[in-house]
């Protein structure tokens, strides 16, 4: 997807390690948002930021911290990764704050052991 | 639970037949928008339609929105074997001027065009 990738793409860890996912942007959007999927729930955010060194709690985010410490640079980590937080996370970004579409990324699989 | 709520779950259509997606929600809405997933990709935005605002179209989209029932509806028209896919509403409740909106998304509907 133009101008936000993640990385990486796939990644298989072991339950109780710690794990980051990278989102990034070109684009110089001010808000950027982590999404993750899982059959039977859509897509349900974690964190979300809307500036450098600005973020918030999404509706699941136990267990998820989040830094962007540069606008094109969303990081999110899992603590102490669980077999719960196995599935499909997504990145995206936005113009905000008015009413505008998002961006996604392309996703990373995760898995956890 | 998830502010917006998809139905069908699943529909499978011929080519060329029309396609609705219908969404209801349970809060009061600033816009609502509509996205497409291929299998194993991102969400693509296709529209956004205001609180304030009936109906909508973009090509051969067609979204109406009722806020009176909490719901809208997605119309594809004309539809083709590329328009497989899944499609999920998402509601904004509200924007903050700092923090900016927060999109709530639906289980999606799965929709399959047969050749």
């Known amino acids: 997807d133009a101008g936000i990738t993640q990385s990486p793409r796939h990644k298989v860890t072991e339950t109780g390690t710690p794990v980051t996912l990278r989102c990034h942007q070109t684009e110089n959007h001010r808000y950027m948002y982590w999404y993750r999927q899982d059959p039977g729930h859509g897509l349900r955010l974690i964190h979300y930021?809307?500036?450098?060194?600005d973020t918030d709690k999404g509706e699941v985010s136990d267990g998820y911290s989040v830094s962007r410490s540069k606008t094109e640079d969303f990081l999110l980590t899992l603590e102490s990764a669980t077999s719960s937080q196995t599935s499909v996370y997504f990145c995206?970004?936005?113009w905000g704050p008015g009413p505008r579409g998002y961006t996604f990324g392309s996703g990373t699989r995760l898995t956890v052991v | 639970s998830q502010q917006g709520e998809e139905d069908p779950q699943a529909l499978s259509i011929q080519e060329g037949e029309n396609a609705t997606m219908n969404c209801s929600y349970k809060?009061?809405?600033?816009?609502l928008q509509w996205y497409r997933q291929n299998s194993g990709r991102g969400l693509v935005h296709l529209i956004l339609i205001r609180s304030n605002e009936r109906e909508k179209h973009s090509g051969r989209l067609r979204v109406t929105l009722d806020t009176s029932k909490k719901s809208s509806s997605l119309l594809i028209t004309a539809s083709r074997a590329a328009d497989t896919a899944s499609y999920f509403c998402?509601?904004?409740?509200?924007?903050?001027?700092?923090?900016?909106?927060?999109?709530?998304f639906g289980e999606g509907t799965q929709l399959t065009v047969n050749p």
């Open positions: 995206a970004i936005s």
């Open positions: 998402a509601t904004d409740v509200g924007v903050k001027e700092t923090s900016g909106s927060r999109l709530t």
């Open positions: 930021s809307y500036g450098v060194k």
């Open positions: 809060t009061s809405i600033n816009n």
